[in-house]
């Protein structure tokens, strides 16, 4: 792996991922995950479900940013209206302009320009072309995605509920390793979609608890979090 891409991966990188919980805070707020135990469960939960969705999008955009004249709005829109909840929208891109803003400056390119002119796209078309700069596999950049979609809600339960770090460093690695088959499984399906320039064959799985959340933080009064 080029260490280009252990950058894109450091939760040091500013990506603006460290101001989400991924919806950990709505479930803390109502008494639904109080432990490692129900983060463990909650974070498999993710994956399972819109993980595959996610980490398609990115190893795409990994596959595409090497295709001149790709239409990245089409791109975008099809990550749009895999996201039902707007507020889970407004996060994927606030979080997609964010680390757009790191990646001009450190990984900067012809993909990079064209998302740029998207001004907010969503942000695993912004990581998968992160990725491809740093040389990355679709595979790599679909590892990524997971990682950023499990790793940012991990955290959000250390800082909401004080868990135990180490605890929740077990439950990370844990997750990890059952993230490696949903990787290859999006980089498969994100070549299909490429090779037939056909974004509507990106998968589209979800979970409505995701949406619920989302909108449940959206429309609360005092948080911590953006999302």
Same mark, same amino acid.
């Given at each position: =792996?080029?260490?280009?891409?252990?950058?894109?991966?450091? /939760?040091?990188?500013?990506?603006?991922?460290?101001?989400? /919980?991924?919806?950990?805070?709505?479930?803390? =707020?109502?008494?639904?995950?109080?432990?490692?135990?129900?983060?463990?469960?909650?974070?498999?939960?993710?994956?399972?479900?819109?993980?595959?969705? *996610?980490?398609?999008?990115?190893?795409?955009?990994?596959?595409?940013?090497?295709?001149?004249?790709?239409?990245?709005?089409?791109?975008?829109?099809?990550?749009?209206?895999?996201?039902? /909840?707007?507020?889970?929208?407004?996060?994927?891109?606030? #979080?997609?302009?964010?680390?757009?803003?790191?990646?001009?400056?450190?990984?900067?390119?012809?993909?990079?320009?064209? +998302?740029?002119?998207?001004?907010?796209?969503?942000?695993?078309?912004?990581?998968?072309?992160?990725?491809?700069?740093?040389?990355?596999?679709?595979?790599?950049?679909?590892? +990524?995605?997971?990682?950023?979609?499990?790793?940012?809600?991990?955290?959000?339960?250390?800082?909401?509920?004080?868990?135990?770090? +180490?605890?929740?460093?077990? &439950?990370?690695? #844990? &997750?990890?390793?059952?993230? =490696?088959? *949903?990787?290859?499984?999006?980089?498969?399906?994100?070549?299909?979609? &490429?090779?037939?320039?056909?974004?509507?064959?990106?998968?589209?799985?979800?979970?409505?608890?995701?949406?619920?959340?989302? #909108?449940?933080?959206?429309?609360?009064?005092?948080?911590?979090?953006?999302?």
């Amino acid at each position: =792996m080029n260490p280009e891409v252990l950058v894109l991966a450091d /939760s040091r990188l500013p990506s603006g991922g460290h101001g989400h /919980s991924g919806g950990v805070e709505a479930l803390a =707020m109502r008494g639904l995950l109080r432990t490692e135990s129900d983060l463990a469960l909650f974070l498999h939960g993710r994956l399972r479900t819109s993980g595959e969705t *996610i980490a398609a999008a990115s190893a795409a955009a990994c596959l595409l940013a090497g295709r001149p004249g790709t239409a990245w709005a089409r791109w975008d829109a099809a990550v749009d209206a895999r996201t039902p /909840s707007a507020a889970l929208r407004a996060a994927s891109r606030g #979080q997609g302009g964010a680390l757009l803003r790191t990646v001009a400056r450190a990984w900067p390119g012809p993909a990079v320009s064209a +998302l740029e002119a998207l001004r907010r796209p969503h942000h695993p078309l912004v990581l998968g072309a992160a990725a491809a700069a740093a040389a990355a596999t679709a595979e790599e950049a679909a590892a +990524l995605a997971l990682h950023h979609l499990t790793g940012g809600a991990a955290t959000a339960g250390v800082r909401l509920l004080g868990l135990d770090p +180490l605890a929740v460093a077990a &439950v990370t690695a #844990q &997750v990890a390793r059952s993230a =490696m088959p *949903i990787a290859a499984a999006a980089a498969s399906a994100a070549r299909d979609a &490429v090779d037939a320039d056909d974004p509507g064959l990106l998968p589209a799985g979800g979970n409505p608890l995701h949406d619920v959340l989302a #909108q449940l933080h959206d429309t609360a009064e005092v948080t911590l979090f953006a999302s």
